[in-house]
């Protein structure tokens, strides 16, 4: 399609968008009485309308039922989160049984590390992307340190090549050639925090599957943004968050995936509570512990339902639109963002590079030569919602759910005024 940066031409766009009128949908901020051009929907996503209806179900069940909501809600309390699997299920591409929501997700990237990250004396080294988001840093720092072993030696980090900004997958392969029988876990973010390069999900995991190892995903940044097949990529385990691109809240409770094949067994380590032993006899109050044929054998605490109903409230929007429209949503309006970018890089003295490389969902990470901090705060106080990176990188992401071509459009207007006032 041939891009057009204006008004009208955005605006013909949104017209024939079919996901339009999702953006009514969305509360958003007001800065000086207008509506935000919101780009941070891969840090905390917009909040639906419908959640606070779901929220306030369980405020009524609760003021209403008191503890006989755990079995006589609607909704009841104790099997709340089971009502997540399957529309998650789509949108990561796994099997109900594969799926669970619970805890927070540097929570449970721990502990899926305690069933999944399993040292010996030969093979106990982990591979993950060099400067991984440091959440994830200090976690592989104190699970190597918690198994008594060196960090130096454990931990080994996949660097970009000299003079570039992403990874390139035939340098992931080689590193596991390299690491080989001494590899014990694959464990990278699906979509990377900083550049929102994609990995090749699919090609890694079976090439760290074929060198022995466990092959591990942080979704983060990839949950809600991208095309998932964790079951057919054959990945064994994996976790995300549900605050960014699926809309459930600052914090709120992490979904993980655990392949088939550990499902229904009890020799595979793992931290266990009554959450996770089988319903039928949970309530017996036996102390052996028979774990839940699905994944939530990982659950340990009962379901924190207020945190899990937002949600549930967005899973019902990811039903109703499914995965398939958003990312052809996707794919117009990045390219679109893009085709702004380098119109007005050609209006003004600054220039920008797109640090993003082809491999992309939904983020475009900008490197703003010739500009600082001013610009940013700027695009802030103008009603434009970005992040800042150090040394002078914003990340965009126009989250197909609620964002339109004219934000797009007017973003543009917005960044070449903030440059050319300087
Ligand atoms: C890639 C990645 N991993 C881990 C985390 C940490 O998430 P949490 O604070 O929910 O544990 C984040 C948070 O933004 C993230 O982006």
Redesign the pocket.
Known sequence: MKFQNTLSFARELDTQDPLARYRNEFYFPKVNGSDVIYFTGN?LGLQPKRTQAFVDEIMKDWRELAVEGHFYADKSWWDYHERLAQPLAKVVGALPAEISVMN????N?HLLMVSFYRPTKKRYKILCEEK??P??QYMFQSQVKFHNLDVSDTLVEIKKREGENFWRTEDVIAKINEIGDELALVLI?GV??YNGQVFDMQTITRAGKKAGAFVGW?L??AVGNIELQLHDWDVDFAAW?S??YMNSGP?NA?GIYVHERYLNRRDIPRFEGWWGTKKDTRFLMQPEFDPMETADAWQISNAPVLAVAPYLASLEMFEEVGMQALIKKRNLIVPYLEFILKEIDKEVDSSFEIITPKDRGTQLSVFLHGEGRPLFDYLMTNGVITDWREPNVIRLAPAPFYCSYEDMYRFGQILKEGILKK
Not at 104 to 107: A, K, N, P, Q, S
């Open positions: 840090s927070t997700l540097t929570v990237l991984a988001f959440s994830d973010g990377n925090y942080d983060a940044h968050c605050y960014k914090g992490s």
